[in-house]
T-cell receptor
């Protein structure tokens, strides 16, 4: 069973529009960690955020914001006022503490295309 | 500059040949990882190492081999036993080993094509 689901395969938006990427995860652990990474066309994965299961505070970093809701097992990511440089694939990932090996389970990614 | 380097960026291999992908980090990280990415897919774990001279299989280890003789280096060999090796390969490292959860940072990747 897939542990991380990113349902929207490709999302196209016009520049300056907001875009929200959904991430739904599945785990039986009480302690776990969630991550978002950005993969621009160059290919390298860039770390954006890490959130542990005990911290449900939403976070904002510039035009990026994250909404973590344990009740719905979701960790959604919003880009406000999108720019062409935001065009990339965005991955959500889960690390479960009980395995004790820091392994990441990745979703299949959201391809975001920002049209100028 | 601290970071993770992978070489080469592009690699072409004939069927039946083994090939080794390089991954080096100067971040003094204990743990290192190899992932494979296929078009339209997420990353899948091939091998990982939490300490020098030790490594474990990930989800898709068949047809691959690794070594960890130095803390900063974690080369991946794609053997002729790997049935479909054409893919994008990403190396990552994290500061803490011993299974402790820590953020993984990624290198620029190597795109392998089998001709």
């Amino acid at each position: 069973a897939q542990k991380v689901t990113q349902a929207q395969t490709e999302i196209s938006v016009v520049e300056k529009e907001d875009v929200t990427l959904d991430c739904v995860y599945e785990t039986r652990d009480t302690t776990y960690y969630l991550f978002w990474y950005k993969q621009p066309p160059s290919g390298e994965l860039v770390f954006l955020i890490r959130r542990n299961s005990f911290d449900e505070q939403n976070e904002i970093s510039g035009r990026y914001s994250w909404n973590f809701q344990k009740s719905t097992s979701s960790f959604n990511f919003t880009i406000t006022a999108s720019q062409v440089v935001d065009s990339a694939v965005y991955f959500c990932a889960l690390s479960e503490d009980s395995y004790g090996n820091n392994r990441l389970a990745f979703g299949k990614g959201n391809q975001v295309v920002v049209i100028p | 500059d601290g970071g993770i380097t992978q070489s080469p960026k592009y690699l072409f291999r004939k069927e039946g040949q083994n090939v080794t992908l390089s991954c080096e980090q100067n971040l003094n990280h204990d743990a290192m990882y190899w992932y494979r990415q296929d078009p339209g897919q997420g990353l899948r774990l091939i091998y990982y190492s939490q300490i020098v001279n030790d490594f474990q299989k990930g989800d898709i280890a068949e047809g691959y081999s690794v070594s960890r003789e130095k803390k900063e280096s974690f080369p991946l060999t794609v053997t002729s036993a790997q049935k479909n090796p054409t893919a994008f390969y990403l190396c990552a490292s994290s500061r803490l080993g011993q299974g402790l959860t820590d953020t993984q940072y990624f290198g620029p990747g190597t795109r392998l094509t089998v001709l």
